[in-house]
């Protein structure tokens, strides 16, 4: 190895910041395990993730890869096996039991799938948003006014006495939206808010999210199995067995939609903490990567190439 190529890996192997100071969610290394039985799982294999405030961003994945485990995690119901995981100043493994609820009730919001376990089914939508406020001790003559921005916000606003049985799908979702706003989170967590929903009206419900986003300055986080949501944001990460593989970037704004019409989208692999990049199966197959192969450092990049016959694959 030249010596003009020791200076330069020296310098990007010099000591760094602490991992994700500066953003506002930073997972480090997240494990959680299940035991099962005797049988352990392993839901989060040392899972590296980092937002920024005022992000919003799609973890997508197929069923098991770990991300509704990740976002139980994030929004205070789960508690990781071991790593780290903070969100603005709280850190996730160090809270006690009143930590834990003052930060559900007021850091992160959450919107489930199933649109019935968001909202209380005799409380009218104004209700619903009203009681996370009431729960909270905003003053009273606030909470009126805070109720209809919210609702007018989401799209909602002509809806407000009416209950969760006389609403759609998607009313009852940009109404879970609103209750989720309520207490004005730094984090909006949606688990597969669409998910139960046909293609017209989730444009309704991820227009909401992106209006929070925009408006609100919330940072949204979704999570869902359908790579298609990718198209409705700028940034999507792909969660596979455990580990943040992939992410697609695109530039926002110029679609009204979070990402472009241009095809601008670029995906990059991720590299976690220990160096670890997860390899497309196609890319694997195609060029015959099995246990072993073999690295190089160029000028300006690392060659991976399958081990060869001066660098046999013994077993």
């Known amino acids: 190895m030249s010596e003009s190529t020791l200076r330069t890996l020296h310098a990007r192997t010099a000591p760094t910041a602490e991992f994700g100071a500066t953003a506002l969610i930073a ?133 407000a006495s009416r209950r969760p049985g006389q609403m759609s799908g998607g009313e009852q979702q940009r109404v879970a939206i609103a209750v989720a706003l309520a207490n004005a989170p730094a984090v909006l967590l949606a688990d597969e808010p669409t998910g139960e929903l046909d293609t017209a009206t989730s444009q309704e419900v991820f227009a909401a999210l992106r209006r929070a986003n925009r408006e609100l300055g919330t940072t949204v986080v979704v999570v869902t199995h359908d790579a298609a949501v990718s198209g409705q944001v700028a940034r999507t990460v792909a969660i596979r067995d455990g580990r943040t593989s992939t992410e697609v970037l695109r530039p926002s704004g110029a679609d009204g939609a979070g990402g472009t019409d241009d095809g601008a989208a670029v995906e990059y692999a991720v590299m976690d903490r220990a160096g670890r990049v997860q390899v497309p199966r196609e890319y694997r197959q195609a060029l015959g990567l099995t246990r072993r192969v073999r690295l190089a450092l160029e000028h300006d990049h690392v060659t991976v190439r399958p081990a060869t016959a001066d660098a046999p694959d013994v077993r």
């Open 27 to 159: 997972c480090d290394n997240l494990v959680r395990i299940y035991q099962m039985g005797t049988v352990e799982v392993q839901a989060l294999q040392g899972l590296d993730l980092l937002v920024d405030a005022g992000e919003m961003v799609a973890l997508v994945g197929a069923s098991g890869s770990g991300k509704s485990t990740l976002l139980g995690i994030l929004a205070g119901i789960d508690a990781p096996t071991a790593g780290r995981v903070r969100v603005g100043r709280w850190d996730l493994l160090d809270m006690s039991a009143r930590d834990r609820l003052d930060y559900r009730r007021g850091v992160v919001g959450l919107v489930r799938q199933q649109a019935t376990r968001n909202l209380v089914p005799y409380l009218d939508a104004a209700q619903n948003v009203m009681l996370p406020l009431s729960l909270a001790g905003h003053p009273r003559r606030d909470r009126a006014a805070r109720v209809r921005d919210l609702l007018d916000l989401v799209g909602v606003g002509g809806l």
